[in-house]
């Protein structure tokens, strides 16, 4: 569904990933985890095709990206990416927000995409929300707000950079609630989180990524098992954004 052969980037001169190699069959959950500055949300967003690539090559369903090609419009609508902070434009609705992709990208009628932003928007408990604007909701709120733009576009994947990142504690629970509903119902799905719990629960493999590399990649309770007795590196990192 989704392969990543020997991608490598630079920012000029800088290399920020280095020969990453990874795949998700359909349905898979991942978990991407590391310390800062170690390449995640370029890896995000070179997936998507936001950032341009130089070496590698990105497959997702029957389309490959080539390094220094421009992705498609259909890739970017496959590929459903929640960058962090708040993406929705401030002057509109959350429903303008929702239609405007969909008819500008799918051009789908104004009537259609507010049939499926209505009915995205009842899943995650916002339908009430829908005629306001970003800043009269909670952090929270937003950030699901978002993640139903990506998803009013039926995306084949979904990419999520650290989802919960500055959200107070207790909203964090419904943020990931929606992410372990999306996985429940067969999502591909790969999410930049220190979230362990959720990690353990939700995801079929845990990466850590450090130095623009994928250091490591296998199933939740291997991954934390391995890194409390063998990666001394590894385990002074899950030390410090260990969640409780
Ligand atoms: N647009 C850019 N131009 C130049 N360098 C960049 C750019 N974006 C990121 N970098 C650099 O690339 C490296 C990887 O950054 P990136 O944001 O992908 O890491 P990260 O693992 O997501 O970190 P964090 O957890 O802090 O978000 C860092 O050294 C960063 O300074």
């Not at 949300?41 to 421009?70: D, H, M, Y």
């Not at 990208?105 to 604007?133: C, I, N, P, T, W």
């Not at 450090?210 to 250091?215: H, M, S």
């Amino acid at each position: 569904m989704i392969r990543i052969d020997h991608l490598s980037k630079w920012y000029g001169d800088v290399q920020v990933l280095d020969d990453c190699c990874m795949s998700l069959d359909k349905g898979d959950v991942a978990v991407l985890c590391g310390p800062a500055g170690a390449g995640k949300s370029t890896f995000i967003k070179t997936i998507n095709g936001i950032e341009a690539f130089q070496r590698g090559e990105i497959t997702v369903g029957a389309r490959t990206l080539q390094p220094g090609r421009r992705a498609a419009p259909e890739h970017r609508v496959s590929v459903g990416v929640v960058l962090q902070g708040v993406q929705l434009f401030s002057h509109l609705t959350i429903l303008q927000n929702l239609d405007l992709a969909q008819t500008q990208v799918l051009h789908r009628s104004r009537d259609e995409a507010s049939f499926r932003s209505r009915a995205l928007l009842g899943r995650v408990g916002l339908r009430a929300v829908e005629a306001k604007f970003p800043h009269e909701l909670s952090r929270a709120q937003q950030e699901c707000a978002g993640i139903v733009r990506s998803l009013v576009l039926d995306p084949e994947v979904m990419l999520f950079d650290d989802p919960t990142a500055g959200l107070e504690a207790e909203q964090v629970g419904s943020v990931l609630g929606i992410l372990a509903e999306l996985a429940q119902e067969g999502m591909t799905m790969l999410v930049v989180t220190h979230e362990y719990d959720f990690a353990r629960s939700v995801a079929d493999r845990v990466l850590f990524m450090a130095g623009g590399r994928i250091l490591d990649d296998r199933p939740p309770e291997q991954f934390f098992d391995a890194a409390r007795r063998k990666h001394a590196r590894m385990q002074g990192f899950l030390a410090q954004t260990l969640v409780h």
